[in-house]
């Protein structure tokens, strides 16, 4: 049996609540996404790993930390983790576009596929899919909504030199 840990942590975005399964950070949600989220198989425990992962989320939301280093899985389609492998490359404080996603993910028509990737992100933050714009320079598309998408930009941007 696998035992799935959670905790919470309040941010300037909202509550997140942040999953451990095997050894390793699972998911992160949004409040909005609590829905989908199940805590009757879970257990709410603060194991040192969600405790590092909390002490990394809230480094970031400071300004202080530009990557995370905790375990983490990386979970969806073979398209989809080249997406997510793809977004990990886009550095601390840059933005790219779906196509320039799509483009290094194989297929440069799979636009619409790099959006639904994003949206279907289980670490949000982590996997940063909030760096990703349209063509046009328009802030589109995120599953929390595309003011928290412009938070974490405004982050990023503002403490790009520290």
């Known amino acids: 049996m696998i035992i799935i840990f959670y905790t919470t942590l309040q941010t300037i975005v909202g509550i997140l609540f942040i999953i451990e399964k095997d050894g390793a950070i699972d998911s992160i949600l949004f409040e909005k996404g609590i829905k989908s989220f199940n805590t009757d198989k879970c257990i709410l425990k ?26 983490f899985n990386i979970s969806g389609t073979p398209f989809q983790k080249t997406v997510y492998k793809n977004l990990l ?4 404080g840059s933005l790219t576009t ?8 194989g297929n440069p028509f799979a636009c619409r596929a790099v959006g639904m990737a994003n949206n279907r992100n289980k670490l949000p933050i982590v ?10 320079g328009n802030l589109c598309g995120y599953s929390s909504g595309v003011d928290i998408k412009k938070i974490l930009i405004d982050i990023e941007k503002n403490n790009l030199y520290l």
């Open 46 to 71: 603060e194991t040192s790993l969600l405790k590092e992962c909390k002490d990394q989320l809230e480094s970031y939301f400071r300004g202080k930390l530009k990557k995370f280093s905790f375990p």
């Open 127 to 136: 996997i940063p899919c909030h760096r990703v714009i349209a063509s046009s």
């Open 89 to 92: 490359e886009v550095p601390y």
């Open 98 to 105: 779906y196509k320039d996603i799509a483009i290094k993910s």
